[in-house]
């Protein structure tokens, strides 16, 4: 029976929303790269890249597809290494219902916010990667007196600037995605909390969950003034 029990508990602890994340983004690139490739503009704009004149017109799921859409090989691949790393830790802290909020929620704050700066044509897993990447942040704040998740907290810290830089420098990166996604994960995070640290709905979980709802609603607001 405790053999038993402990194999569930095992398999309810896997990371499979992670999994099935990845598996996804997999799979719909594949179908890109038979369907016309993954780097074509009309492929991607059938598959739901986001395109802030289609969203404007209607197609509001182009605000959740671009998450699991990659364009060429390479950017799937950092992605998805990306993605696997921070999953398998993050779900396991978070559980794997708030991390499946966390991870959509931070991809559609990153796309709302590119829609509301950006007409062009854009896609990939870095606007919901850069929201665990605010997750990280979430928790440095939480464990104050975790040395480990301060030091890792001052890692990605390092990293989020690195990439905004770096996007800044080059061209063809969505930077208003990656920042709206890493300040949707941080709000998000903060709303839906750690498990073990929850007390009830607190002010601070409260705000930043209404926080969340109200930059939405402005950033779209402001994303159909341009159409």
């Known amino acids: 029976m ?10 309810k602890n896997q990371p499979f929303m992670t999994y099935l994340f990845l598996g996804i983004q997999i799979f719909l690139f594949l179908l890109m790269t038979i369907d016309g490739g993954s780097e074509n503009s009309f492929t991607l704009l059938k598959y739901g890249a986001k395109f802030g ?25 950092v992605n998805s290494v990306t993605l696997y790393f921070l999953g398998t830790q993050l779900e396991s ?18 796309n709302v916010a590119s829609f509301a700066f950006s007409p062009s ?6 606007t919901s990667l850069f929201g665990l990447f605010g997750c990280y942040l979430m928790l440095a704040q939480t464990f104050k007196g975790s040395p480990v998740i301060q030091a890792m907290a001052r890692n990605f810290m390092m ?13 063809g990166v969505d930077n208003y995605g990656h920042v709206g996604g890493l300040i949707g994960g ?22 930043a969950g209404i926080a969340y709802l109200v930059a939405i609603a402005i950033l779209i607001y402001g994303g159909y003034q341009h159409y």
């Not at 405790?2 to 398999?11: A, E, G, P, S, V």
């Not at 941080?186 to 705000?207: D, E, Q």
């Open 2 to 11: 405790n053999t038993t029990n402990r194999t569930i508990q095992k398999i």
């Open 53 to 77: 004149p289609s969203i404007a017109s209607g197609e509001w799921w182009r605000l959740v597809m671009p998450m699991f859409l990659h364009i060429g090989a390479l950017h799937l691949i």
């Open 93 to 110: 802290v978070f559980g794997h219902v708030r991390f499946t909020l966390i991870y959509l929620l931070s991809g559609i704050a990153g």
């Open 121 to 126: 044509l854009s896609a990939g897993a870095s």
């Open 159 to 171: 990293l989020i600037v690195l990439n905004l830089v770096t996007g800044i420098l080059s061209s």
């Open 186 to 207: 941080f709000l998000v995070a903060v709303a839906v909390s750690v498990p073990r640290k929850i007390s009830g709905l607190t002010g601070k979980r409260i705000v």
